[in-house]
């Protein structure tokens, strides 16, 4: 094969998203800090299958016109830093085939170089080591030995083989990856992409598989079931779109047996989302209730089964449910005397359909949005003015579009825009740059929560746009964050040695201490956070932290601190961290 076209490179992508997704959460494993949130892969993953649902139902020959439309898809669906570059990767790689019904292996290697280039543009500073290094060493290797005739299949081949091997030395360029062992996670999601596209040039199309926890927790595959017949290009749901209602509830085990894996809420809907729909998945306590609609309900239990017991289970064929339905239909008709007609219905009305007219919305001067996740941190953003809470943070990264429906439901002139995560920044300046026709959207820095509070704050109404922006980006700086979380393995980072389960103190992006108890690490991270100008500290309360311990906590920090500090302690309710601090 010498050219590929917009129905090949839709194939690759189908195949390469299937790729990413039967492995992402070996990706999720190699994140340096071993905390519980570690998400590349996820957010690899489902910025990925955002971009492959834009083009898995489109039938354009034209290789420019499918990659405009997977980059346009991956761009709102980009979630984090690494979504959000890998977003501007294909952007770029769109741009190189502009124009283009097909291409061949110099064409191809070129709009790769491109890819590279949009990409390094995207980051304010990149750093090497990363997933830039990566794109960047395979395009530019693709690029010095493509020759004009030479075939795809093989062109792939030559920017796979050298992905993988800029994976391998990206530990030699950034040394906490080497501290760590392991290899840069955004360049292995990259790779997994890559190895898709190979291939599906190689006529191996990857089909999509369950992902599912061994006992060292890697992961592994289960038995592959196709996502999308590629070959049709036709969903396997759309041909039984009616499969089996499933619902079951299910015990999350406390102590959890050793034939048992620790239940992660996030990663399980995502899982979900990828074999089925009308999903519906709450979680009370130990308690996992599940409303799903699938094709494959024994895998679905399968799966669940590796983290709880069932309580209760029931699973419903819709599909013979609606023939039955159909038959009796049918048969009241015959009996009435109403003849059935092959052709499509037309329904007669006598009146004018009515209009649902939509009230217009007034414009605001200023609005404010801010992520946020846990009922106790939301009330307090509220109660600070904040105009839409966007839900997400350490747990969830927004999507791109998240941030655009919220900036066009605010109705403002001018938008402020508070990430509270350094990984939501990028996709919340993405939106930022779409929404620039209609609106200004103010990214402010904020990359922790405690940040974000402090610059509603100091948000004044009756001041401009920039003298509000200088206010707050000075009162952010004023801002020492820190954090309290588990540990999901045992590492030394930073000098600091962690033990699995134990708690971590996390100030700026360094572990800087370590232990058994939760109160005891928000002690040690609070001496080491406290200067003799520091005036006040205030506590947010995770969702795990018992009246008695949150008594027991604000005892101890008030005998400590408040002859000489005003301290603040709330309940922030949020998941995943026991406490967010700020000193200020």
């Given at each position: 094969?010498?050219?590929?076209?917009?129905?090949?490179?839709?194939r690759?992508?189908?195949?390469?998203?299937?790729?990413?997704?039967?492995t992402?959460?070996?990706?999720?494993?190699?994140?340096?800090?071993p905390?519980?949130?570690?998400?590349?892969?996820?957010?690899?993953?489902?910025?990925m299958?955002?971009?492959?649902?834009?083009?898995f139902?489109?039938?354009?020959s034209?290789?420019?016109?499918?990659?405009?439309?997977?980059?346009?898809?991956?761009?709102?669906?980009?979630?984090?830093?690494?979504?959000?570059?890998?977003?501007?990767?294909?952007?770029?790689?769109?741009?190189?085939l502009?124009?283009k019904?097909?291409?061949?292996?110099?064409?191809?290697?070129?709009?790769?170089?491109?890819?590279?280039?949009?990409?390094?543009?995207a980051?304010?500073?990149?750093?090497?080591?990363?997933?830039?290094?990566?794109?960047?060493?395979a395009?530019?290797?693709?690029?010095?030995?493509?020759?004009k005739?030479?075939?795809?299949d093989?062109?792939?081949?030559?920017?796979?083989?050298?992905?993988?091997?800029s994976?391998?030395?990206?530990?030699?360029?950034?040394?906490?990856?080497?501290?760590?062992?392991?290899?840069d996670?955004?360049g292995?999601?990259?790779?997994?992409?890559?190895?898709?596209?190979?291939?599906a040039?190689?006529?191996?199309?990857?089909?999509?598989?369950?992902?599912?926890?061994?006992?060292?927790?890697?992961?592994?595959?289960?038995?592959?079931?196709?996502?999308?017949d590629?070959?049709?290009?036709?969903?396997?749901f759309?041909?039984?779109?009616?499969?089996?209602?499933?619902?079951?509830l299910?015990?999350?085990p406390?102590?959890?047996?050793?034939?048992?894996?620790?239940?992660?809420?996030?990663?399980?809907?995502?899982?979900?989302?990828?074999?089925?729909?009308?999903?519906?998945c709450?979680?009370?306590?130990?308690?996992?209730k599940?409303h799903?609609?699938?094709?494959?309900?024994?895998?679905?239990?399968?799966y669940?089964?590796?983290?709880?017991?069932?309580?209760?289970?029931?699973?419903?064929?819709?599909?013979?449910?609606?023939?039955?339905l159909?038959?009796?239909?049918?048969?009241?008709?015959?009996?009435?005397?109403?003849?059935?007609?092959?052709?499509?219905?037309?329904?007669?009305?006598?009146?004018?359909?009515v209009?649902?007219?939509?009230?217009?919305k007034?414009?605001?001067?200023?609005?404010m949005?801010?992520?946020?996740?846990?009922?106790?941190?939301e009330?307090?953003?509220?109660?600070?003015?904040?105009?839409y809470?966007?839900?997400?943070g350490?747990?969830?990264?927004?999507?791109?579009?998240?941030?655009?429906?919220?900036?066009?439901?605010?109705?403002?002139?001018?938008v402020?825009?508070?990430?509270?995560?350094?990984?939501i920044?990028?996709a919340?300046?993405?939106?930022?740059?779409?929404?620039?026709?209609?609106?200004?959207?103010?990214?402010?820095?904020?990359?922790?929560?405690?940040e974000?509070?402090?610059?509603c704050?100091?948000?004044?109404?009756a001041?401009?746009?920039?003298?509000?922006?200088?206010?707050?980006?000075?009162?952010?700086?004023?801002?020492?964050s820190?954090e309290?979380?588990y540990?999901?393995?045992?590492?030394?980072?930073?000098?600091?040695?962690?033990?699995?389960?134990h708690?971590?103190?996390i100030?700026?992006?360094?572990?800087?201490?370590?232990h058994?108890?939760?109160?005891?690490?928000?002690?040690d991270?609070?001496e080491?956070?406290?200067n003799?100008?520091?005036?006040?500290?205030?506590?947010?309360?995770?969702?795990?932290?018992?009246?008695?311990?949150?008594?027991?906590?604000?005892?101890?920090?008030?005998?400590?601190?408040?002859?000489?500090?005003?301290?603040?302690?709330e309940?922030?309710l949020?998941?995943?961290?026991?406490?967010?601090?700020?000193?200020?």
């Amino acid at each position: 094969m010498i050219k590929i076209d917009g129905v090949i490179l839709k194939r690759m992508i189908i195949s390469g998203s299937n790729n990413l997704y039967n492995t992402y959460p070996e990706i999720d494993s190699l994140n340096v800090f071993p905390v519980p949130d570690g998400d590349t892969g996820t957010n690899m993953n489902l910025t990925m299958q955002s971009g492959a649902k834009e083009v898995f139902n489109k039938n354009d020959s034209s290789i420019a016109s499918v990659s405009k439309d997977f980059a346009r898809g991956l761009l709102m669906g980009a979630r984090g830093n690494s979504g959000v570059i890998l977003s501007q990767i294909f952007r770029g790689f769109a741009d190189g085939l502009q124009g283009k019904d097909s291409v061949d292996a110099l064409e191809l290697a070129n709009a790769f170089v491109s890819a590279k280039n949009v990409a390094y543009k995207a980051v304010m500073r990149p750093v090497e080591g990363t997933i830039l290094t990566v794109i960047r060493e395979a395009s530019q290797a693709l690029y010095d030995k493509a020759e004009k005739d030479m075939p795809i299949d093989e062109c792939m081949d030559i920017l796979l083989d050298e992905a993988k091997k800029s994976l391998r030395r990206t530990p030699d360029l950034l040394p906490v990856l080497k501290e760590v062992g392991v290899v840069d996670s955004g360049g292995a999601g990259l790779c997994k992409i890559l190895e898709g596209f190979a291939k599906a040039l190689h006529n191996e199309i990857v089909e999509k598989s369950m992902p599912s926890v061994t006992e060292t927790g890697s992961y592994s595959t289960g038995k592959p079931q196709p996502a999308m017949d590629v070959g049709n290009v036709q969903s396997k749901f759309e041909h039984k779109e009616f499969g089996y209602c499933t619902q079951f509830l299910m015990q999350i085990p406390d102590p959890l047996p050793k034939d048992k894996k620790v239940f992660n809420e996030k990663r399980f809907k995502a899982v979900l989302e990828a074999h089925g729909n009308s999903i519906v998945c709450v979680t009370d306590g130990d308690l996992v209730k599940v409303h799903i609609h699938t094709l494959k309900p024994g895998n679905i239990l399968t799966y669940a089964q590796q983290f709880g017991e069932f309580k209760m289970i029931k699973i419903d064929n819709m599909t013979e449910q609606h023939e039955e339905l159909m038959f009796e239909d049918k048969a009241e008709k015959s009996e009435a005397g109403v003849q059935e007609d092959s052709g499509p219905k037309i329904e007669v009305t006598t009146s004018a359909p009515v209009i649902e007219k939509k009230e217009k919305k007034e414009w605001k001067d200023c609005a404010m949005i801010a992520v946020a996740v846990g009922a106790g941190i939301e009330r307090l953003f509220k109660d600070l003015s904040v105009d839409y809470i966007v839900s997400g943070g350490q747990t969830m990264n927004p999507a791109t579009s998240d941030f655009v429906k919220a900036i066009e439901e605010v109705h403002a002139h001018t938008v402020f825009l508070f990430p509270n995560n350094g990984n939501i920044v990028m996709a919340a300046k993405q939106a930022a740059e779409i929404m620039k026709d209609s609106c200004r959207v103010e990214v402010l820095p904020t990359k922790t929560i405690p940040e974000g509070l402090v610059a509603c704050m100091v948000y004044n109404q009756a001041s401009t746009a920039e003298e509000n922006i200088e206010s707050m980006k000075e009162n952010i700086a004023a801002v020492k964050s820190g954090e309290i979380t588990y540990a999901v393995k045992d590492t030394t980072i930073d000098g600091v040695t962690v033990a699995k389960d134990h708690f971590m103190g996390i100030t700026g992006k360094k572990i800087v201490c370590c232990h058994k108890h939760k109160i005891n690490t928000l002690l040690d991270m609070l001496e080491k956070m406290v200067n003799p100008e520091s005036q006040i500290i205030t506590i947010l309360c995770g969702e795990d932290v018992t009246p008695k311990e949150k008594e027991k906590l604000t005892k101890e920090v008030e005998k400590r601190y408040s002859d000489t500090m005003d301290v603040t302690i709330e309940d922030g309710l949020q998941p995943v961290y026991s406490f967010f601090v700020s000193v200020e």
